[in-house]
């Protein structure tokens, strides 16, 4: 049985956001990932340099763009969950189709880009959150 995702962390949050493109990446750790919930936030542009960093470090959440430079998140959520079984993968993409594809490869969850701000709403939701 696994434990809830109120249970899932007893410390704050350990992040790995899997974004390529530079300046959006930025804008939504500084809006919406630099909060006291938020310990650590592994920023990386490519699915290589992603599944390098589930190696050594055990993510409380994930953060997935579909579209990367040398592969795609999808490529990414196995070798995650081995390194990280307990993570929460949400799947982020402008593009619905893409959203399904992360989704369908085992994403818990999915948003569109657009929708990101809304992040912190479902932390909260699902307990992740410390907020009020």
């Not at 809830?4 to 930025?26: C, I």
């Not at 589930?54 to 959520?77: H, K, M, N, W």
């Amino acid at each position: 049985m696994s434990p809830s995702p109120a249970s899932r962390h007893a410390r704050p949050l350990r992040v790995l956001y899997v974004e390529d493109a530079v300046g959006f990446r930025q804008e939504m750790v500084e809006l919406h990932l630099a909060t006291e919930e938020v310990t650590e936030v592994s920023t990386v542009r490519a699915a290589m340099i992603a599944l390098t960093a589930t190696s050594s470090v055990e993510f409380d959440l994930a953060l997935l763009d579909y579209e990367l430079p040398d592969g795609t998140g999808a490529d990414v959520i196995a070798e995650l969950r081995r390194h990280s079984p307990r993570v929460l993968i949400v799947g982020v993409s402008a593009d619905r189709l893409f959203n399904e594809r992360l989704a369908a490869a085992g994403a818990d969850r999915t948003m569109e880009k657009r929708t990101l701000r809304r992040l912190p709403d479902l932390l909260e939701k699902l307990g992740m959150g410390t907020r009020g």
